[in-house]
């Protein structure tokens, strides 16, 4: 399945390229990566938990490409099969658009299922980006903030006592 997610940073192409790709700053906000270790060259290697409590794990590489603001990947191994690319299209001086495409097949027959009829990876990647949007932007994504403002809204929509 494909996926194509569109974000802007407020930056020029080379600093937006270059926050993007330092995994490092803005690996804390991203709850549901739980390993990630670098290798030497290109290649890293990812544990997930996605929704439905499935956890994957997959081993990426970067892929050489002639376009300067083009970066494309793959995975190597694992249980997810996974192509990409980040796309940094400058839109102003100053504004970054980010696309991110991802092609994906998850490996198990159930994962594949799951898949289909709940999302999991449309899930798991829409909360991965809102996190590095966050990140750029300074906001705050952690689950407990998103519960705490949600009460917040819930707590504003409750009608007012009719006793006056």
Do not use: C
């Not at 938990?49 to 490409?65: E, F, H, V």
Request: net charge positive; no cysteine; hydrophobic share 45%.
């Amino acid at each position: 399945m494909i996926l194509h997610k569109i974000f802007h940073i407020k930056q020029p192409v080379a600093e937006a390229k270059a926050m993007v790709l330092d995994v490092r700053a803005y690996r804390p906000r991203l709850e549901d990566i739980h390993r990630l270790t670098q290798y030497a060259g290109d290649e890293s290697a990812w544990t997930v938990s996605l929704p439905g409590n499935l956890t994957a794990d997959l081993r990426i590489r970067g892929i050489k490409s002639n376009r300067d603001n083009l970066v494309l990947f793959a995975s190597t191994e694992g249980d997810v099969q996974v192509e990409g690319m980040i796309e940094f299209v400058p839109i102003r001086e100053g504004l970054t658009q980010v696309e991110f495409t991802i092609n994906y097949r998850l490996n198990s027959f159930i994962g594949r299922w799951a898949d289909r009829f709940t999302n999991l990876m449309e899930r798991f990647v829409d909360r991965q980006l809102v996190a590095v949007r966050a990140h750029f932007e300074g906001l705050e994504t952690s689950a407990s903030a998103h519960r705490a403002s949600r009460r917040r809204w819930v707590r504003r929509l409750e009608p007012q006592s009719l006793a006056a």
